[in-house]
């Protein structure tokens, strides 16, 4: 991806909030990549839900900058848990990495998804 200069502060650096639209992106292209389509899991009653992130600012993103979200994840109980690594390219520097767990809510309720979990299985393990 690239750094857009509307994402970048006053002092020409990413504002911080915008790394977590970047790691929602990357989770989103993801779910893409293994069939599971978020706006379709939430028409049937099925949302995956960020329950808490971890975060760690390593070096800045600045505008114009080109960055790769590396994302790896496991499975803990009811959470998904999604490593991130952000580097900025064409150096693969680190800039940020963090932890995110999200859940499953099924028709309002914490639980599992059979659908997402066979989606993810070989990311799973």
């Not at 293994?34 to 600012?57: E, N, T």
Request: include cysteine; charged fraction near 25%.
């Amino acid at each position: 991806m690239d750094v857009r200069a509307y994402e970048c502060d006053i002092q020409g650096i990413v504002n911080n909030a915008n790394y977590l639209h970047y790691l929602e992106h990357a989770r989103h292209k993801l779910m893409e990549s293994v069939g599971l389509s978020f706006a379709g899991l939430h028409s049937r009653g099925i949302d995956l839900v960020a329950a808490r992130m971890s975060l760690q600012y390593k070096s800045m993103l600045r505008t114009e900058d080109r960055f790769c979200v590396h994302t790896t994840m496991s499975k803990r109980g009811l959470r998904y848990v999604f490593d991130h690594r952000i580097t900025k390219q064409p150096d693969d520097k680190l800039c940020f990495m963090a932890t995110v767990d999200v859940v499953c809510v099924v028709n309002g309720q914490l639980d599992d998804s059979e659908e997402v979990c066979s989606a993810f299985a070989e990311y799973l393990g």
